[in-house]
């Protein structure tokens, strides 16, 4: 039988060098503040646009039938 050394599975990542979440190609960062704080964010305010949108077509709209009703 051969024995492996108690430490051995951890040293073989030791070497390894650390890839950072932000440049890691397919990987999310882990921390609230640049992923989900972020995403959040940016979600926001697509609503607060579409928002502002949807009002901005119902203003036009009430807009476009009275001016066809009074004619």
Same mark, same amino acid.
Not at 3 to 17: A, I, M, R, Y
Not at 25 to 51: F, I
């Given at each position: 039988?051969?024995?492996? +050394?108690?430490?051995? +599975?951890?040293?073989?990542?030791?070497?390894?060098?650390?890839?950072? #979440?932000?440049? #890691?190609?397919?990987?999310?960062?882990?921390?609230?503040?640049?992923?989900?704080?972020?995403?959040?964010?940016?979600?926001?305010?697509?609503?607060?646009l579409v928002l502002a949108f949807g009002i901005l077509a119902l203003?036009?709209?009430?807009?476009?039938?009275?001016?066809?009703?009074?004619?």
């Amino acid at each position: 039988m051969a024995s492996t +050394p108690v430490g051995e +599975p951890d040293d073989l990542f030791d070497d390894l060098p650390r890839i950072p #979440a932000r440049s #890691a190609h397919g990987l999310e960062p882990l921390d609230a503040a640049t992923a989900g704080l972020a995403r959040a964010k940016r979600l926001r305010l697509m609503q607060v646009l579409v928002l502002a949108f949807g009002i901005l077509a119902l203003i036009s709209g009430v807009i476009l039938i009275v001016s066809g009703i009074s004619s």
